[in-house]
């Protein structure tokens, strides 16, 4: 492959950006333009598919190939599209509600057969591109357009609902850590599988400050959780926090009084037991006691994926059988001749 | 081979013969109609079939509900339908006899299993206590041949080491081996076929050659039966033959078109009846680089071939009707994108679930209209069980050449159907050529992915190609350019745009002929899918009545051929024949102000060519 030089801007298209002043999404659109110059990827072999919402206007401003195509069918889409095309790198764009939704069962589906895609999974929390409905990762008892006494609908938790899909990379960020957010994008172009990473996106329209616990500076070290493979799980304003497993069952401890970092839970990424124990970690921030909500690399795996599996059998039937010859085909193995 | 020869002094010669074996779906029905098939066919008739079975795979032994059924037409005529009524009716049990006595001319001959009327199997098929079916007296209108498959089958065995169950399941050979005895046929095809079946148990193939061989011997032997017929090879048209299923030529069709186009078929898919076998053929050629994906469900199988259109590849989905019904709103995305796609319904019962074994022409105006918007799709529907090879690959090569989703329209009776084929050379076949878009500098003027060229078709710009990075999706296009727009003028002008792009197919598609009969006149049948048969076969016994009649046949229903209107214009009336409750006659009125008289049959089958006839007499 030819060197390719390019910057963020080349990556830009010359389509207005109609996200509502103040999106989260503006931040990821940016990180987004930003890393994939690192990647030394040309622009026509990236393709970006988004199903429906407002994410999914997102291959519109990407100089890439896009499509913005239906409601929850990204999943299928970039299914066959890897199929066909194992080289390109495809990235799918795609909202709680599309995603988690109506796309619900394409969703486990791309997971468990593990194409090599990179998802990024845009959570606010609720439906923006229809003026603010709940959507299912809204809380219980969450008062929008749709339920004015409160939504009793419980909730997924994506990142737990892709464990049990047996996914093989799942991430959490959040769209105001640009830095983090990055650092996360590259991992989740380099997986090789399935990537799955979910972003707390802020809909500052219909559900401003969904997230605020975990992204505000004045909350964000006393509720996040930010996990690195091989260190200890260290939170709090002054670092002075930790989980260690007791058991099974995660305790937050205080540093110093008689615990020190050699007591905590060492983050394995490699350890599916233990990702699933910290997919988990999903309280409400506000009640007393909760665990810290974790971001970064939960799990990575390295698993066959699909598409490769499938040019393999292909390649397998060409040897054992031969490349295809139509005559052959069309006679079939019993013909008879009328003169 | 031997056994034929010694027995080749028959008296009776007969031009055409229909024959149906039913019995439990357990008894291996399908195999030996197949067999007969096959050997009929070696032979050089020429045949038509029509399995029918029940949709539960193994509804409870010797019920209604678990017969089975395979029919088929063979004679030293040129045949186009399974048959009406059938000459011989091979009954395994009393349910057998009961589902299927109907179907029996009167004078026709009944061989029935006597194990299978027992107190249990009569008790099972629900008739009376006391009562005997095969002692019954309207049994008198037929010919009845009583013999004890079961006995028999367990005696020819008796030496063979195997177990009661393991013979029983040979006395669809005993059945086999008789009738292939009251028609003069060879044993040699099906000795094979049981030798290379069993080859892992010897003891097994050769347990069933022994039935077979027994049955055939019991014809000989017995003088109970001194009716026997010859069937004469057909004069078909020279060349070599082979036989085949819809669904197989189908799956055939594709392969070829990707051969032909030089695009990887893709074939997206969730199983669903009557379609599934194209699946199951299908993933048997991985060695032509095709690509078959069983999905999670109907939606991502027609989305993973859009995205494996959108890649440059062939993209396929196929289902029946409640798999399309859920296909609809990704179908109007690719007409939005103008993305090839070949759609293939294998039509059903509907409207549901419906009858899923049955067959029925009615998705005609699904296919038509069964989306959301302006979103007109051309429609190729196949005729025969051996057409599904050359209008599925017509409707390949029309999705490729005009980049749009095309609607391919078989059925379960042909589907499952199979007639001889005269199979073309690879060579012989066109090539389709996809027009795909060029790379591009950055001194080139800027790639606009809704250009169009004279045949108002966009060009196909597949990923990876530099320089032609470009969006697509479900909102609205701007002219040219691609990019979303709401504009009213630009939406209109779109709608158009499409529209026109789909109707300028019927510029690239043969001229409607009249299949039969005079060029004008007092009456045309006009007919699509799957009736091709029977009204082929009603119109040639007309027209040897001196009863003038035409009959044309439509392969392409939308855009119909450009001649259409004019050559309905020729005749005094059009009676337009219809699985359903009459969909094409409504498109006809419509386009063509026609005062078309249609003719409906919904009951999940194929029409007889006698009904056809009776009509046709009726209106003259």
């Known amino acids: 492959m030819a060197e390719v030089n390019l910057t963020g801007k080349d990556f830009a298209t010359d389509q207005d950006v109609r996200w509502c002043p103040g999106c989260g999404d503006y931040s990821i659109l940016k990180q987004v333009q930003s890393i994939l110059p690192e990647t030394g990827l040309r622009r026509e072999d990236i393709v970006f598919i988004s199903g429906i919402g407002c994410s999914s206007r997102f291959p519109y401003y990407m100089n890439t190939y896009g499509m913005h195509s239906i409601h929850g069918r990204a999943p299928a889409i970039v299914s066959g599209l890897k199929a066909v095309r194992n080289e390109l790198s495809v990235w799918m764009i795609t909202g709680d509600g599309d995603c988690l939704s109506i796309g619900g069962n394409h969703f486990i589906h791309l997971l468990r057969r593990n194409f090599d895609v990179n998802v990024l999974l845009f959570n606010n929390e609720i439906y923006g591109l229809t003026k603010g409905q709940y959507s299912p990762t809204s809380p219980q008892g969450k008062v929008t357009k749709s339920t004015p006494l409160g939504s009793i609908d419980h909730p997924f938790n994506p990142l737990a609902l892709a464990m049990g899909a047996n996914g093989t990379f799942i991430a959490r960020a959040m769209d105001r850590d640009p830095k983090h957010l990055r650092e996360l994008l590259k991992r989740t172009h380099e997986h090789k599988g399935t990537s799955l990473l979910e972003i707390y996106q802020n809909c500052n329209v219909f559900n401003d400050g969904a997230f605020f616990p975990f992204t505000e500076k004045t909350s964000k070290k006393g509720n996040t959780l930010f996990l690195e493979h091989g260190q200890p799980l260290v939170f709090g304003d002054e670092a002075n926090l930790g989980v260690k497993l007791d058991g099974f069952t995660p305790v937050v401890v205080e540093l110093g009084e008689g615990h020190s970092t050699d007591d905590l839970w060492v983050h394995d990424e490699t350890d599916r037991v233990k990702a699933g124990l910290l997919t988990q970690f999903f309280d409400d921030p506000r009640h007393v006691g909760a665990l810290p909500r974790p971001f970064g690399v939960f799990y990575a795996e390295e698993r066959f994926n699909y598409e490769d599996a499938l040019i393999a059998q292909v390649e397998e039937a060409v040897e054992a059988k031969g490349a295809g010859d139509l005559d052959a085909l069309l006679r079939g193995s019993n013909v008879w001749e009328i003169e | ?620």
């Open chain 2, 1 to 620: 081979m031997e056994l034929a020869d010694k027995t080749t002094d028959v008296g009776n010669t007969k031009k055409e013969v229909t024959i149906l074996f039913a019995g439990d779906s357990g008894d291996g029905i399908q195999l030996t109609g197949n067999q007969f098939t096959d050997t009929t066919a070696l032979y050089g008739n020429d045949v038509s079939t029509f399995p029918n079975f029940p949709a539960e795979i193994r509804a409870p032994q010797g019920t209604l509900a678990g017969v089975s059924g395979f029919q088929l037409h063979f004679g030293s005529i040129e045949i186009y339908t399974p048959g009406d009524e059938c000459d011989v009716l091979v009954v395994m049990n009393a349910a057998a006899l009961k589902a299927n006595l109907r179907q029996l001319k009167t004078g026709g001959t009944i061989i029935a299993n006597t194990s299978g009327f027992d107190k249990r199997n009569l008790k099972l098929a629900k008739y009376p206590d006391g009562e005997q079916p095969l002692e019954a007296p309207e049994l008198s209108k037929y010919k009845l041949i009583e013999i004890d498959v079961t006995k028999m089958t367990r005696e020819a065995l008796v030496d063979s080491g195997l177990g009661t169950k393991e013979k029983d399941r040979s006395k669809n050979m005993f059945v086999l081996g008789f009738i292939y005895w009251m028609y003069n046929r060879s044993l040699d095809n099906t000795i094979q076929f049981l030798t290379d079946k069993f080859k892992s148990r010897s003891d097994i193939a050769e347990a069933n050659i022994k039935v077979l061989k027994a049955g055939f011997y019991f014809g000989d032997t017995s003088e109970t039966f001194t009716t026997r017929y010859e069937v004469k090879p057909a004069k078909m048209k020279k060349g070599v033959y082979r036989n085949i299923m819809g669904n197989q030529a189908t799956a055939l069709g594709l392969v070829a078109a990707g051969q032909k186009s030089g695009l990887e078929p893709f074939y997206g898919s969730y199983p669903i009846t009557p379609a599934s076998d194209i699946l199951h053929e299908l993933s048997k050629h991985k060695n032509f680089g095709v690509k078959t994906f069983q999905a999670e469900d109907e939606i991502a199988a027609v989305c993973s071939a859009i995205g494996a259109s959108f890649g440059g590849a062939l993209g396929i989905t196929a289902s029946s009707g409640p798999g399309i019904a859920l296909k609809g709103e990704a179908i109007g995305l690719a007409v939005m994108m103008e993305l090839p796609l070949v759609v293939v319904n294998v039509q059903r019962g509907g409207p549901s679930t419906g009858l899923p074994t049955k067959t029925e022409q009615s998705d005609l105006l699904q296919a038509l209209y069964g989306r959301n918007g302006e979103a007109p799709m051309p429609i190729v529907a196949a005729k025969s069980p051996s057409d599904c090879f050359d209008a599925v690959f017509e409707a390949t090569r029309i999705a490729v050449e005009h980049m749009t989703p095309v609607f391919f329209l078989s059925d379960g009776y042909i589907a499952n159907g199979s007639e001889p084929w005269l199979f073309p050379k690879a060579s012989s076949l066109n090539t389709i050529t996809a027009p795909l878009a060029k790379p591009r500098d950055e001194e080139d003027a800027p790639f606009l992915p809704y250009a169009r060229n004279e045949k108002l078709v966009r060009q196909w710009a597949v990923p990876g190609t530099t320089g032609l990075q470009h969006r697509i999706g479900g909102l609205e296009k701007e002219d040219l350019t691609g990019n979303v727009s709401y504009n009213p003028e630009n939406h209109e002008k779109m709608v158009q745009l499409r529209e026109a792009k789909v109707n300028k197919i019927a510029n690239f598609i043969p001229a409607q002929a009249i299949d039969n009969g005079p060029e004008q006149g007092q009456l045309l049948i006009l007919g699509w899918g799957s009736t091709y048969g029977a009204i082929k076969t009603a119109v040639r016994d007309l027209l040897e009545e001196d009863v003038e009649v035409a009959h044309a046949h439509l392969r392409y229903l939308h855009p119909f051929p450009a001649n259409l209107g004019e050559l309905l214009q020729r005749y005094d009336k059009v009676l337009i024949p219809e699985i359903n409750n009459g969909q094409l006659i409504k498109v006809i009125r419509d386009e063509f102000l026609v005062d078309a008289i249609g003719f409906s049959k919904v009951k999940g089958l194929p029409f007889m060519a006698e009904e056809i006839k009776n009509r046709v007499k009726a209106l003259l």
